[in-house]
């Protein structure tokens, strides 16, 4: 079975300061996505990593994929605290589109 | 309205009552998804349409029945739940099946006493 790790689960940061979230999986997989979730929401798609080596950018989050390590990164800049939501990375196993394993999420808050 | 609805928002349930979840999506979109989040697990998938028909069930009890009448509309029917069922139900919606954008509705948060 494909499992989807991401660490931390929790993470409380100031404002300004830099952090990484990290997504690892199991299994080959070149589709990756991060989505954003705020509580009492939905799901946001925030970016779709499609390849090795995609790098993509938005504001102040910033997602890498390396296919090779089954790693992608979400690094946020200067966190500000619009940014406290909870951030899933989701894997992609047969590209059919129907077979979405997502990580157990990290609870981001960003603290004045 | 646009993008993916979802109604009702809060459902509270008994274990012998039978309830119906509604998802309907604004975006011409061929594919439509019900995941299940609980609390402290990963987002589960529990059935795939493509096209009004099923391509995916992926083991999930039969007290969850699934009905997509058209492309536009999903339903999740409810019988005979447990309290383990108590979870966020999230509807989905893509293009197609090998579309990798999905739009995700609100949620509906049922609870199973």
């Known amino acids: 079975e494909l499992k989807v790790e991401q660490n931390p689960l929790f993470l409380s940061m100031q404002e300004g300061k830099n952090y990484t979230i990290y997504c690892n999986y199991s299994?080959?997989?070149?589709?990756l996505y991060w989505y954003r979730q705020d509580p009492g929401k939905s799901l946001e798609s925030l970016f779709v990593?499609?390849?090795?080596?995609a790098v993509k950018q938005e504001g102040r989050l910033m997602a890498s994929l390396d296919t090779k390590a089954r790693l992608s990164t979400l690094h946020i800049t200067a966190a500000v605290h619009d940014l406290s939501a909870t951030y899933f990375c989701?894997?992609?196993?047969?590209?059919?589109?129907?077979?979405?394993?997502f990580g157990t999420g990290t609870s981001l808050t960003v603290i004045p | 309205e646009t993008g993916v609805t979802q109604t009702p928002r809060h459902l509270v349930m008994g274990m012998t009552n039978k309830k119906s979840l509604k998802c309907e999506q604004h975006l011409g979109h061929n594919a439509m998804y019900w995941y299940k989040q609980s609390a402290k697990k990963p987002l589960e998938l529990m059935f795939v349409y493509s096209l009004e028909e099923r391509v995916e069930n992926n083991s999930v009890p039969s007290r969850f029945s699934p009905e997509c009448p058209n492309s536009s509309h999903l339903f999740l029917h409810l019988h005979t739940l447990q309290p383990e069922d108590s979870a966020l139900y999230l509807c989905?919606?893509?293009?197609?099946?090998?579309?990798?954008?999905?739009?995700f509705g609100p949620g509906t948060r049922l609870t199973v006493t």
């Open positions: 989701a894997v992609d196993r047969d590209y059919s589109g129907n077979q979405f394993y």
């Open positions: 299994t080959t997989s070149d589709r």
């Open positions: 989905a919606s893509s293009q197609d099946r090998t579309s990798y954008e999905q739009y």
């Open positions: 990593l499609l390849s090795n080596g």
